[in-house]
């Protein structure tokens, strides 16, 4: 296997604040690759289990053997080896190239080590770094031309997740909790939700995305189902009540792939727990009450947010249509609601 990389702090140009990491698995820059466009969302808690291995196949076979890329920001990570070491049969090399400042984001040899992929995965990190090296810049137009064009697989886990939707969350400091934007939707930490000007993949139009919805630990103490409904009310506030809008969220055991149908089936753990993905969407009714410093109250008779609930499994479960947000198979229907703030909200199975 072949390694370059280029080390930032031995170089005085900012743009050459990148590192690029090959491992040649067989051959770069296949001409014989016929990529497939497809879409691969990861809920963040990804382990080496069954799950894991059957999304990671289904994505890979769909870059029919081409050349595998990790953009990440900050130092280069383990990736790239691990899918050579694990699924050379499946790509010709896999590569990771961290992108470090937004100098280095229009340099153009960093541009033509992305626009060369056949398939690129969006690593997990600080997607607010993301937003303010990448957005606008070069590597934007680059992912573009990857996503509407050259039409290759794309996929991301946690911060690389959570900017491939239309609408995007990427805090500054500290993220939002539940809590925080369900008893007050323009909290501090709501400040940095964007809409429409990031990475553009047609089948996500007028979603906004969200990851770990059920890691509690020291730094997360709440749940994040609360937080993607608050958010997905802010995004009908922002867009001035004009519905629909919607949401995909994921539990950390969740592995959400969409083909080039918009057809969604979501891999798991066989676990029967933490491996759940949701679909949410507007149910013809904005927020009640959504204004600074008081609860927010999207209730609508108790079916505010009508949202699909698909638990995943190693051979890939259940059937979502991305198109018309109503197809589905292979999961329940719940509606979510909040009569005011986090003590109202509330999730109900929807009785066939």
Known sequence: MRRLFIHPERIGDESENYDYHLTNCDRVNSNSSHPTACILLIGGGEENTPGEDAATRWFLNNADRGDYLVLRFGEIGSQADWICD???????????????HRKAANNPRVIQYIRDAEALFIAGGDQNK??????????????????????????????????????????????????????NPFHPNTKDIYFSDFIKIPILKNVITDTHLDRVDNDNPETRYGRIFGFLARVVHENNNQLPFFAIGLEEGAFVVIDN??????????????????????????????QPDLPLIWNHNGQA???YKISGDPEGSGHFDLNNWSTAAGGTWEYWFTTGGMSGFTRNPIRS
Do not use: C
Not at 90 to 99: D, K, P, Q, T
Not at 157 to 182: C, F, K, N, R
Not at 263 to 289: C, H, M, S
């Open 86 to 100: 694990n699924y050379q049969k499946f790509v010709s090399s896999s590569a990771e190239l961290a992108i470090n």
């Open 130 to 183: 993301y937003e303010d090296h990448w957005e606008g810049s070069s590597v934007e137009e680059a992912i573009d031309y990857l996503v509407n064009h050259k039409k290759v697989p794309i996929g991301g886990t946690s911060a690389g997740m959570a900017i491939l939707g239309d609408y995007y969350y990427v805090p500054a400091h500290e993220s939002v909790l539940s809590s925080e934007i369900l008893n």
């Open 261 to 290: 149908q918009g057809i969604a089936k979501v891999f798991g753990n066989g676990r029967g727990k933490g491996e759940d993905a949701y679909f949410l969407q507007t149910n013809g009714a904005a927020p009640e009450q959504i």
């Open 305 to 307: 947010v009508k949202v």
